[in-house]
């Protein structure tokens, strides 16, 4: 499952369990007024990050990595 965090002029895509994602709630555990968390999308393909932003993949959880 992923999401991705959509702020300060950046859209990072991150899985549900990374711990700056939190299953969209982020670090705080609550409503982040710096940005918002749009998910949880099943599978990495149907990720669609709004049109003025590039995807970048969390460097800490490596979405876009293969296990």
């Known amino acids: 499952m992923f999401w991705i965090y959509v702020g300060k ?3 990072v ?3 549900a369990r990374c711990e700056d994602c ?4 982020g670090k705080s ?3 982040d007024l710096s940005g918002k968390w ?3 999308f099943e599978l990495v393909e149907d990720v ?3 049109q003025e932003l590039k995807l970048k993949p ?3 959880c490596q979405p876009l ?3």
């Open 22 to 25: 939190n299953f969209g709630l």
């Open 38 to 40: 749009e998910g949880p």
């Open 9 to 11: 002029g950046k859209a």
């Open 48 to 50: 669609r990050p709004p």
């Open 13 to 15: 895509l991150h899985m």
């Open 65 to 67: 990595v293969d296990r």
């Open 58 to 60: 969390c460097p800490k």
């Open 29 to 31: 555990g609550s409503v």
